[in-house]
Structure formats: C-alpha cells, structure tokens
C-alpha cells in the first residue's frame, strides 16, 4: 500500500501567492516523522521542513509551513508569498520507527509560479 | 550541506552490461541509501546501509546489489543492466546524531540503458 499520496500532480501559482501542497500518510507506528523536499529543475533535493508524529504545534521554517493534521493524516505544506524560484518539484517523505531512518516519499507535485 | 559526491553522473549503457554507481561521503555518517527517481513514483528506496559491511534492501532491491566496505563508500552494483533500470539514481545520507532525520542527498546519477 501506498504509504505517502499526493493527489496533485502539477499546479500552477500566482507569484505573491500562497499556494498549499496536499500530502496524505499512512502508519501505524505512533512514532514518526514528516519530511518535505524541493528539487529545482537542477535536480538537487533540498529539504525544507520536518514535522515529528509528537509535536504539538505546526513546523515552520521561513515562507514554508507545514499543516499537520494527525487524526486526518495529513501534512500539507503551505508556501507563503510564492517567488519565480519556488517553480520546482515537491516531495512529502515519511520516517516511521524502527532506527534506520529510511523514508518513503510521495510522487511529487509540480509547482510553477506564474509572474 | 553534507559532502556528498556521486559517480558518474551520467551514463549510457547497453542492456546486458554491468554497471557501478559509486557515491562518496565525507561527513562519517553512518546511514547511506540508494534511491531509484522515476517519473509518477518518486523516490524509492533500493538498498541501504546502517554501517560498514551491514546493508539491507528496500522496496525495488531486484536487480540491484549493494556494498560498503568504507564508512565513506557505498557502491551499487547492477549485475546485468536492463532497459527498465533506466533513472536516476540518488544517494543520501544520514547521521544518527540527527534531531529530525532528514537525509542529505547527492547530486544524482542518471542512468540510460538502451
């Protein structure tokens, strides 16, 4: 079974802004952790934000949040005032227990901000 | 940004051939993965490594072998190359002293097999 699903496999933004990327989750480990990355046309991963299965408030890191909903099993990310350079592929990636720290990611979503 | 080199970065092979993807670290981090990227699958996990000579398969390891004989090399090996082993391929890391664990990836290696 599918253990990470993003049901949106391009979308289109305005820049300025706010654009939400959808990820679901599968587990049944109370522990685990929730990842977002970002691959620029360039192909690197660069990771942005981590939520943990324990953590009580929403992650933020700059323009990016990340909206956890533990009961729904959802982790969407939220980019805030969208710029030229967040035009790129986004992954959701989820880490359950077990102590090798693998992940497992999503398809992807295409981003493009429009000017 | 985590010291992370992968060789080579491109290749083209022909089906039947035996080909060697090195990724290199240079921050002693413990965990190391490969990782297949195909289009409307993401990344997924072929084999990983928790520590020199310990190594174990992930969810697409058919086809794929895997070697550590350094704390700082991770070699993956495809015996007999075929067409469907056409990606690219990541390497990552990760350090067990980590708060969140994310994985630091290489820059990638895309691999052609006609």
């Known amino acids: 079974a599918q253990k990470i699903t993003q049901t949106q496999p391009g979308m289109f933004v305005q820049e300025k802004e706010a654009v939400t990327l959808d990820c679901t989750y599968d587990?049944?480990?109370?522990?685990?952790?929730l990842f977002w990355y970002k691959q620029p046309s360039s192909g690197e991963m660069i990771f942005l934000i981590y939520?943990?299965?324990?953590?009580?408030q929403n992650a933020t890191e700059g323009r990016y949040s990340l909206n956890f909903q533990k009961a729904r099993k959802s982790a969407n990310l939220v980019i805030s005032a969208s710029q030229l350079g967040d035009s790129a592929m986004y992954f959701c990636?989820?880490?359950?227990?077990?102590?090798?720290?693998?992940?497992?990611f999503g398809a992807g979503t295409t981003v493009t901000v429009r000017a | 940004d985590a010291g992370i080199t992968q060789s080579p970065r491109h290749k083209v092979t022909e089906t039947g051939t035996p080909v060697t993807l090195r990724c290199h670290q240079t921050e002693n981090h413990r965990y190391m993965y490969w990782y297949r990227q195909d289009p409307g699958h993401g990344l997924r996990l072929i084999h990983y490594s928790y520590g020199v000579k310990d190594t174990d398969k992930g969810e697409v390891s058919d086809g794929y072998s895997v070697s550590r004989s350094k704390t700082e090399d991770f070699l993956l090996t495809l015996e007999s190359a075929t067409s469907s082993q056409t990606s690219v391929y990541f390497c990552?890391?990760?350090?067990?002293?980590?708060?969140?664990?994310?994985?630091?990836f290489g820059e990638g290696s895309r691999l052609t097999v006609l």
């Open positions: 990552a890391t990760q350090t067990s002293g980590s708060s969140t664990g994310e994985l630091f």
């Open positions: 990636a989820m880490r359950e227990g077990g102590g090798d720290y693998k992940l497992s």
């Open positions: 939520q943990g299965s324990y953590d009580q």
């Open positions: 587990t049944s480990d109370p522990s685990y952790g």
